[in-house]
């Protein structure tokens, strides 16, 4: 009897691997096989669940919580976001934020694909041109900060300032006079402590373009610009198209340049910077959660909305 039902058991399992097309035990010499690999895999899926979607989750629980670490965590519901619409700082930390975005996406994203271009179009010494448009990468950020705190010093004792005297031009209030050049200023930091990354990423993608359609269109008569034109900029559509999503995701997060340059003076306070008033000067957790959520639905946006014309442009 027994070895009637092992013969029936053994009969159903050659059943089931036919109608499923696949030998019988594969899955499990499958396994076997890529044990190493899934276990590498599990170590990388745990840490970035821990360390990623845990805080995320979290967030957006605290989002509803009154806590402050140290008494008791109450549920108030949707207050804390009212709490935050209701600040007359919170409109205007993202219109900074929105204008510091703006400024460098014509700044930020035109200047190092700029540079990269015409590193790339060098006959020579162009690794000494890269290593010296990647030496502030290396540079402390917020050290490189207080120097370009220095650089815009309202009198004559800093850089810029020192410069425009030298060709008999007055002063200018870089960081104190208006909201739009504070701003500015801040952009033309980050865009130069940024720049050398980007510019590295920029020319890996440019010296992937076949040599032959460069040749091609200088025997068409084609000049500089219309081969960057005609050549480089649709051969580099998806680098071009993707850092533009890095770039806005990066600068909505903008922290350290009004923290270390202004302090926040002359209406810079960022979103994030705002989030850090919350959790640490006003020590309201709650709403700084919440306004952690409100910016991450605003860049999840963002990155939506690139997939959803990055599809339309593939399937096109």
């Known amino acids: 009897m027994a070895t009637l039902n092992l013969t029936r058991a053994v009969a159903a399992d050659a059943a089931r691997a036919a109608r499923s097309g696949r030998p019988r035990g594969s899955l499990g010499r499958e396994l076997r096989r890529n044990t190493t690999a899934y276990l590498f895999l599990a170590g990388a899926i745990s840490c970035f669940a821990l360390f990623s979607w845990y805080p995320m989750i979290r967030e957006v629980v605290m989002s509803f919580q009154k806590t402050n670490f140290a008494g008791r965590t109450t549920w108030v519901g949707l207050r804390n976001y009212r709490h935050i619409l209701a600040d007359p700082d919170f409109w205007s930390a993202w219109r900074t934020t929105g204008l510091f975005t703006l400024f460098a996406l014509v700044l930020g994203y035109a200047v190092p694909f700029c540079t990269a271009v015409v590193i790339n179009e060098l006959r020579h010494a162009r690794s000494y041109f890269r290593l010296l448009v990647y030496l502030p990468v290396m540079m402390p950020p917020v050290a490189a900060a207080f120097l370009w705190r220095w650089f815009y010093t309202p009198d004559s004792s800093g850089l810029f300032n020192a410069l425009l005297h030298a060709l008999h031009l007055p002063s200018v209030q870089w960081l104190q006079s208006s909201h739009a050049l504070a701003v500015l200023c801040l952009v033309m930091f980050s865009t130069w402590i940024n720049m050398g990354g980007t510019v ?37 559509r998806l680098v071009l198209s993707l850092m533009l999503l890095l770039q806005i995701i990066g600068t909505a997060q903008v922290f350290m340049e009004p923290y270390v340059i202004t302090g926040a003076a002359n209406n810079t306070t960022s979103v994030v910077y705002l989030i850090y008033q919350y959790a640490f000067a006003y020590n309201n957790y709650g709403s700084a959660c919440a306004l952690g959520v409100l910016l991450l639905l605003v860049l999840s946006g963002f990155a939506g909305g690139y997939l959803w014309l990055s599809r339309r442009a593939s399937e096109e």
């Open 200 to 236: 590295l990423i920029y020319l890996a993608a440019l010296q992937g373009i076949p040599g032959e359609l460069y040749e091609a269109a200088e025997i068409d008569g084609a000049g500089l610009l219309r081969r960057i034109w005609h050549v480089t900029v649709p051969q580099t």
